[in-house]
């Protein structure tokens, strides 16, 4: 879905409504603000006014550390770096490691994705853990 795909809706409905119909990709409810994030990455942030009826929108198209030229001349020197090594995601996760990241990274996906991606993951996390664990005690016995 685009970002046309959700303006379209929520000047036709109220801000209830809309946080309802696409509460799997909204990552903020405020009570004059819904933030949301598209599936090409673009976060959207919707103002309702007190009514909840749609006021205006903006589109945040890339992070604050982006907005000078050097550092997103940096930022996309490192993009092209891994993507020239076509860096898979155990690299991927060390690097992250390194720069201290992981636990932000893990936050910010985790808080950027559909719930019911999470929800999934989180229950084959649970299930594998599991497994392992019936494993082990049968490996015990």
Do not use: H
Request: charged share 25%; hydrophobic share 35%; net charge negative.
């Amino acid at each position: 879905m685009d970002i046309n795909y959700f303006l379209d809706d929520a000047q036709n409905s109220r801000q209830g409504q809309f946080e309802l119909d696409f509460a799997d990709v909204i990552t903020c409810f405020d009570i004059d603000e819904t933030t949301l994030v598209t599936e090409c990455g673009r976060t959207l942030i919707i103002t309702w006014d007190p009514l909840g009826l749609f006021r205006s929108y903006r589109v945040i198209y890339e992070t604050a550390l982006m907005e000078s030229s050097i550092n997103r001349t940096y930022v996309n020197d490192i993009i092209n770096k891994l993507q020239t090594i076509d860096v898979d995601g155990e690299t991927m996760q060390y690097i992250l490691e390194r720069v201290g990241m992981s636990d932000q990274m893990l936050r910010q996906l985790v808080m950027n994705s559909p719930y019911t991606d999470t929800s999934d993951l989180l229950e084959e996390k649970v299930r594998l853990s599991d497994e392992y664990l019936r494993s082990l005690s049968k490996n015990n016995q």
